[in-house]
């Protein structure tokens, strides 16, 4: 080791000592008197963070809380009476003389809208990639350009959007009149699972192509280079190298998709036409027609409880496999 | 290349040719952004022997690292051949050529570590765990690393980097090694000790060294053959003695260190006047016309000033500054010329001051006949 070495790490170490004699606690909010001169009391950014809390946590800190409360006896609301009935609906179900008995008629749903949330973030993120890719490799002017046309379904609203997909895929649409002309007949598209997958992998492509191409955009590909000058094949460079650094993007990219996809309504309602009931349409069913405002707090509780757990288990396996890339 | 069997002994010299790096007329022409050809390579030949330390030297945009690319296969030929010993490789993709590359911008895999970097080009050839584990540890103690193996790439310093990229060029045992600006990224001092290292390891592992460079210093300290590149032409192949005390022309005299250019006429054969002083030259110029006009090189340190005398070059001390190791002068010649001096201290006051009239004296066998 030189000399230039040692000192380098001398350095490393001396930045080290300080950090760690700071509690968590100063860490995160900081001691109000310790503000460098020109900066603002840390107490004048409470307002903003109050606010934020009640933004993210309030609304599900009040559906937790209905999930545990009592219908009341007419109408739609809650009263305030701690019950668990919502969360026994979702699994047993009373007969006409009160015998309990085993209901797998929610659970349907949940394994409905966990399929087709999971068919949606595969080929998002199958279609995403190369797509994500292929921008990446154009020049910066280009690359603004795509980034433009890849958010241009954002500016305008997600149903209309959805009912000009029912236009494409009517019986009267442009898929069927081609279908026709080509001797094949026309098809039912509207109104089924398929015509509701084929919108939520419309609605959320872009949430799995714009985290992608930001983890790729900044990739170096000189390291291609490298990795072929070192005898790696196009398919290993694939996947030792690019896909590689796109992880941390295909990560955020199955989140953004299965998560929204999940708990989707629009969708299954327009395109699926209600048909194929997923847990978005029970919930917001529960809230509207049936008036049962509990049981749609407890189906919503346990979408968040799974899409937690799921997140828990992307992160556990992202750390593990970084580590093993790390060993 | 005839793969016929010899039937005399083969002279050791053409044998380490021709199992060496041999490029045969090579030409790339790239599309400029204004749509201008621009002649990247052109028209290079050029004979590495095995287990020498080559340099590529030129100024940026000379083709150099084109040259290198091509191979390496990260750039293919527009024309001619590139051959490794009998076999030719200039068709072959980059990842089947017994060639590796050490990159200006390191290149190492930022998600994995020191020692997974240099194993991934032995993970390649599917070698088995144990042998690439005890390559990787030679490697990372050959480049003086041993103990780095367990780190990411970014918790090290550059000159950490660079001799990573290294070893994980070497742990493919390349028939030839190709370095591209590899120490330009470098403070000066690191760089000193990275070229000591870097000759050292090419002797210890006798692999061939391909080393593109535009600083001629490094280039001089480190080459056992240098090519000096420009415009896509190898001007002249040598040496670093050849390059600096015979360059073939005034771009290879200018480029490499520091030198005078006098304007001169050729008054004889073998003969040249530089302000009707006649210098009889070493070099050969029997094929310049009687007359014709050219430029004496000549370099700082071969010129000595001494007290005015006759029948020879005369001219004005203008500055004088004293550089540590040695003294530098600007003499300015009768014609206006202005001469660049190197001497050694100590010297003689009484003669050489700013403002003194001196005789500039030039051994006639240190002068270059170059092109005006």
């Not at chain 2, 240099?118 to 480049?143: C, N, R, S, Y």
Request: charged fraction near 20%; hydrophobic fraction near 45%.
């Amino acid at each position: 080791m030189s000399a230039a070495d040692r000192k380098t790490e001398a350095r490393e170490e001396r930045v080290d000592v300080p950090a760690a004699k700071t509690s968590a606690w100063s860490r995160w909010f900081g001691s109000p008197h310790a503000a460098k001169p020109g900066m603002l009391n840390r107490l004048y950014s409470l307002p903003s963070i109050i606010i934020g809390l009640l933004f993210t946590l309030g609304p599900i800190g009040v559906i937790i809380a209905f999930s545990f409360m009592s219908r009341p006896d007419m109408g739609g609301g809650v009263v305030f009476k701690f019950s668990t009935d919502a969360y026994e609906k979702l699994l047993f179900r009373h007969d006409f003389f009160g015998n309990r008995s085993f209901d797998a008629r929610y659970l349907q749903v949940f394994g409905t809208s966990l399929w087709q949330a999971l068919l949606t973030t595969v080929i998002c993120v199958a279609l995403a990639f190369p797509i994500a890719l292929w921008m990446s490799m154009k020049s910066a002017k280009i690359q603004q350009i795509l980034v433009l046309l890849v958010t241009i379904p954002f500016w305008t609203n997600l149903l209309v959007r959805t009912y000009a997909w029912m236009l494409i895929l009517n019986e009267n649409g442009p898929i069927n009149w081609a279908l026709r002309l080509l001797g094949i007949g026309s098809q039912q598209m509207l109104y089924t699972s398929f015509a509701s997958v084929i919108g939520l992998i419309y609605t959320f492509l872009p949430f799995a192509i714009l985290p992608m191409y930001s983890a790729l955009s900044g990739f170096d590909f000189r390291l291609v280079e490298a990795a072929y000058d070192l005898g790696a094949h196009k398919l290993t460079v694939m996947r030792r190298v690019i896909f590689r650094a796109a992880m941390p993007g295909v990560m955020s990219g199955i989140a953004l998709c299965f998560i929204p996809a999940f708990g989707s309504y629009v969708q299954p309602v327009l395109l699926g036409g209600g048909r194929v009931l997923m847990v978005g349409n029970l919930i917001a069913s529960q809230f509207a027609e049936a008036r049962n405002w509990p049981f749609g707090a407890a189906l919503s509780t346990v979408i968040l409880a799974v899409t937690l757990f799921g997140a828990l288990v992307a992160s556990i396996l992202g750390s593990r496999a970084s580590r093993k890339a790390g060993e | 290349m005839s793969k016929t069997q010899p039937l005399v002994a083969r002279d050791p010299e053409v044998e380490s040719r021709e199992s060496g790096l041999t490029i045969n007329r090579a030409f790339k022409v790239f599309q400029s952004s204004e749509g201008k050809e621009v002649k990247a390579i052109n028209d290079v030949s050029l004979a590495i022997r095995q287990g020498e330390f080559f340099i590529l030297l030129g100024p940026s945009g000379c083709g150099k690292t084109t040259l290198l690319r091509s191979i390496a296969g990260l750039e293919s030929l527009d024309a001619g051949e590139i051959y490794l010993g009998d076999q030719r490789i200039d068709q072959l993709p980059p990842y089947d050529r017994p060639v590796n590359t050490v990159f200006q911008s390191y290149a190492l895999f930022p998600h994995l570590t020191v020692a997974q970097n240099v194993a991934f080009g032995l993970e390649m050839e599917k070698k088995p765990k144990a042998e690439i584990a005890k390559t990787v540890q030679e490697m990372l103690d050959l480049v003086h690393l041993g103990e780095f193996g367990g780190r990411k790439p970014h918790q090290l310093s550059g000159g950490q980097q660079q001799r990573v990229a290294l070893a994980r060029s070497l742990a493919k045992r390349p028939k030839v090694l190709l370095l591209d600006e590899s120490l330009s990224a470098l403070d000066f001092k690191l760089r000193r000790q990275m070229q000591v290292e870097l000759k050292r390891i090419q002797r210890e592992t006798g692999i061939t060294f391909v080393f593109v460079t535009h600083d001629q210093e490094e280039a001089l300290s480190m080459g056992d053959h240098i090519a000096v590149f420009s415009k896509g032409r190898p001007e002249q192949v040598g040496t670093p003695e050849e390059i600096y005390n015979e360059p073939a022309n005034r771009f290879v005299a200018d480029f490499i260190g520091d030198i005078n250019f006098v304007d001169a006429v050729k008054s004889a054969d073998g003969e040249i006047t530089v302000e009707g002083v006649p210098f009889r030259v070493k070099q050969d110029i029997s094929d310049l016309p009687m007359d014709a006009e050219v430029s004496a090189a000549i370099r700082p340190e071969r010129i000595t000033l001494t007290a005015p005398r006759e029948s020879a070059l005369t001219g004005t001390v203008e500055t004088l500054m004293f550089m540590g190791a040695d003294v530098r002068c600007e003499v300015r010649l009768t014609d206006g010329t202005k001469l660049l001096v190197r001497l050694s201290p100590p010297y003689d006051t009484a003669v050489l001051h700013e403002g003194a009239t001196v005789s500039v004296e030039v051994e006639a066998a240190h002068m270059r006949v170059v092109e005006r």
